[in-house]
């Protein structure tokens, strides 16, 4: 059986690691925002492409989705951790 303090630094670990990918899939959401709006420029008028641009959004939105996720799992751990220490 893991003791207390074990616990807590694996919780504590993956707390950081959560905020870690929260940063990442941030980034990388904010990155894919900017180039789908240069797509949907280039792309007007095409219906293939305009299909491309809502692929793109689904895709952002999935990404912010799982930012936020991770996010609220960083407020889970940091609960757990108060927990564990009382």
Do not use: F, H, Y
Request: glycine share 6%; charged share 15%; hydrophobic share 50%.
């Amino acid at each position: 059986m893991a003791s207390i303090q074990e616990l807590i630094g694996e919780v504590s670990s993956i707390k950081q690691m959560s905020e870690e990918l929260s940063t990442m899939v941030a980034a990388a959401n904010q990155g894919l925002a900017d180039q789908g709006m240069v797509i949907a420029n280039l792309v007007r008028g095409s219906q293939t492409g305009q299909e491309a641009v809502m692929a793109l959004a689904d895709a952002n939105r999935a990404l912010a989705d799982a930012a936020a996720s991770m996010r609220a799992l960083g407020r889970i751990c940091d609960s757990c951790i108060q927990n564990l220490a009382k």
